[in-house]
């Protein structure tokens, strides 16, 4: 049955020749010998755009693999093998429907930068202006969509084989690949990121992004103005242009907070190569990968800091229930003491010198434990926390990024108060207690009319009752099956007194079939007993 589902899925998929090189590349890397995270990576790798895309999510999601997995996935971020040049030129050329040197005085040969959907080259307009231009892998889209596919299908192939009920699916994180690669596929969802994002900073002096040369850019093409800066880790070179480092990483800290808390639209790929400085701003890059936050995820996250900071376990737990996505039945006692114990590991070490990104991780850890489905917009801001804080210990290794975090909390509740609201606040509350106060007697009548006329029901969760009730459930199981096997025992002797046939070494069929069913079941039982033992 699975060799057919399989077969199906391979014909549907039309990719049969795919499937052997993917199988080609497994075998090469021997995984049937074990995973480690650097085999991982590498054959991801070999596997091509799709799966180098799918690492770069997964590396994204401390709360669907190890630590250790994680960090190795993000090696994939760095480039890919540029294509030929003259295929740039084709599709430039196919893409804008005439010859490339009407509209570009010359673009170099040499790519500034390849990744698995696009590569960047750098060029002059007709009008002398710099830019530079990113191109899209033909037939990009048609390669990762067929892979998608088999990737779904093998998905679906081992949640039959294993009846796994997890609450992080492999699904959903296609799913959300899918998603971020169909966003990076289109230049102009990205030209839109851009001048969303510069709208949003506008009024920030120390920041800036390329600009976008509307009228030459397209779905698969995308032409902005070339920034002719210095990289952010590149700290001789800023020091020998007068740049002060440490201002300029306070800068970012506090650019990137602004980012999460106040538009709850951020930079999810902030690793240096996105980042220079031209002309004493902060030039991002490569926003073709945005993450955005509720207004209900940036109160989590808040309230979480702010916990954090009072040591208040209470408060945090109520936090990380508000960041995640509850499905199915959670034991709070033991939620309550793994977020006490992260709790303690905080309890005499200084604010200032706690990493945002490893607080961040042991949170979606405990989600992940405890159940509790992630967001794609908090894997996304773990992910980014944790990138911008590795580049700021290299900028500036005594600023604190969760300090800068918990100071624009403080500076967002004092700009956002206001004692007038305040007041309406607490008028309003206190109306709907006293109303809810006048009902207490009516409701307390109806609660001893239905007692008493035995309609009251009582429900109760008792936490720590699952383990109990599962021990009762496979002891119930196994009396089930001793009756069976005591039936299928009495039958089957009942059936070898009779002349029926056909027959088994002179033993009825039917008896025999019995004897042999009540043989399995036994074995059964006495391992179960053997294992529980």
């Known amino acids: 049955m699975l060799d057919k589902f399989l077969q199906n899925a391979i014909e549907d998929a039309g990719a049969t020749g795919r499937l052997r090189e993917m199988i080609g590349v497994l075998r090469r890397r021997e995984v049937v010998r074990g995973m480690t995270p650097e085999k991982l990576r590498q054959v991801l790798e070999d596997l091509g755009p799709t799966f180098v895309k799918l690492g770069q999510i997964m590396s994204m999601r401390p709360d669907f693999l190890p630590p250790e997995y994680c960090d190795e996935l993000m090696k994939l971020q760095s480039g890919a093998k540029p294509l030929p040049f003259p295929i740039i030129l084709e599709v430039i050329e196919k893409e804008y429907s005439r010859r490339w040197s009407q509209i570009f005085r010359s673009i170099d040969e040499e790519a500034l930068g390849s990744a698995s959907i696009a590569q960047v080259h750098r ?30 299908r093998a998905a679906t192939l081992l949640k039959i084989v294993s009846h796994s009920q997890d609450v992080l699916d492999f699904n959903m994180v296609l799913d959300e690949m899918w998603t971020i690669a169909k966003q990076e596929m289109d230049f102009l969802m990205e030209a839109d990121h851009i001048e969303e994002f510069e709208h949003l900073n506008r009024d920030v002096d120390y920041v800036s992004c390329p600009r976008v040369f509307r009228q030459l850019s397209t779905q698969h093409i995308l032409v902005m103005e070339f920034v002719d800066g210095i990289r952010i880790d590149d700290f001789d070179k800023l020091r020998a242009n007068g740049y002060d480092i440490n201002l300029l990483g306070r800068h970012l800290g506090e650019n990137y907070v602004k980012q ?22 902060i030039v991002w890059l490569d926003l073709g990968m945005m993450g955005r936050l509720s207004s209900r995820d940036r109160i989590a996250i808040r309230k979480a800091v702010m916990a954090l900071a009072n040591h208040d376990t209470f408060e945090m737990k109520a936090a990380v229930l508000s960041l995640g996505v509850v499905r199915g039945r959670i034991n709070h006692t033991a939620l309550y003491q793994d977020i006490d114990s992260m709790m303690a590991q905080y309890s005499s070490l200084d604010f200032k010198s706690l990493q945002m990104g490893v607080l961040t991780r042991q949170i979606m850890n405990i989600l992940r434990v405890h159940r509790i489905a992630c967001p794609q917009g908090l894997s996304m801001f773990a992910r980014g926390v944790l990138t911008i804080e590795g580049v700021m210990r290299l900028c500036c290794p005594k600023v604190s990024f969760v300090e800068i975090f918990a ?8 700009k956002n108060f206001s004692w007038h609201d305040e ?3 607490v008028k309003r509350e206190g109306f709907l207690l006293m109303r809810k106060s006048a009902q207490l007697p009516e409701q307390i009548s109806d609660i001893l009319k239905m007692t008493m006329s035995g309609q009251t029901k009582v429900n109760l969760d008792l936490t720590g009752s699952e383990e109990p009730l599962n021990r009762m459930d496979k002891m119930i199981n196994k009396v089930i099956i001793a009756v069976l096997c005591a039936a299928l025992l009495l039958g089957s002797s009942t059936i070898c007194t009779t002349n029926m046939t056909p027959k088994i070494m002179e033993i009825p069929l039917l008896g025999f079939l019995g004897y042999l069913i009540a043989f399995v079941l036994s074995i059964r039982l006495i391992w179960e007993i053997h294992k529980g033992a």
């Not at 710099?130 to 990762?144: S, T």
């Open 123 to 152: 060029a002059v307009l007709t009008s002398g202006e710099k830019v530079v231009i990113k191109v899209q892998r033909p037939g990009i889209y048609e390669i990762m969509s067929k892979d998608i596919v088999l990737l779904k």
């Open 260 to 281: 999460i808390i106040e538009d709850g639209y951020f930079h999810a790929d902030p690793h240096p190569g996105n980042i220079w400085v031209k002309n004493g701003r």
């Open 407 to 414: 100071k624009s909390l403080a500076l967002d509740f004092k």
């Open 423 to 425: 007041m309406d606040k």
